[in-house]
């Protein structure tokens, strides 16, 4: 079992930003590629974004492409979502997972570890 920490979500007015972190101790040992993913009410869950191993590949939903950032610090296990620009389609639970292995995935059933979630909300 791989124990996150998933923290950052909250209630934000549109326009405005969020930054989601995600630490977790076995983060480099072995190595995980990591994602973002998101659920809203009644709906399935969306790939997000990810991040390879040494943080040089990453992947984007659609959705979010342009206003989201992945990106990680191995010396902290750490992976984190810089959210701008956000919308009131953007409120979801957004949880982070892991894979063994380099190429950031976008499909949730590649992935092998998930956290419990944070919840983002976007309303003014």
């Known amino acids: 079992q791989l124990p996150f920490v998933e923290s950052g979500g909250g209630l934000v007015q549109p326009g405005g930003s969020l930054r989601l972190s995600c630490a977790a101790a076995g983060f480099r040992a072995p190595p995980y590629s990591i994602g973002w993913f998101r659920q809203a009410p009644g709906k399935e869950r969306e790939f997000v974004a990810a991040?390879?191993?040494?943080?040089?590949?990453?992947n984007y939903g659609e959705s979010v492409k342009g206003r989201f950032t992945i990106s990680r610090d191995n010396a902290k296990n750490s992976v984190y979502l810089q959210m701008n620009r956000l919308k009131s389609e953007d409120t979801a639970v957004y949880y982070c997972?892991?894979?063994?292995?380099?190429?950031?995935?976008?499909?949730?059933?590649?992935?092998?570890?998930w956290g419990q979630g944070t919840q983002v909300t976007v309303s003014s």
């Open positions: 991040v390879s191993i040494g943080g040089v590949r990453n």
């Open positions: 997972a892991a894979r063994k292995g380099d190429y950031p995935r976008t499909t949730q059933q590649d992935y092998d570890y």
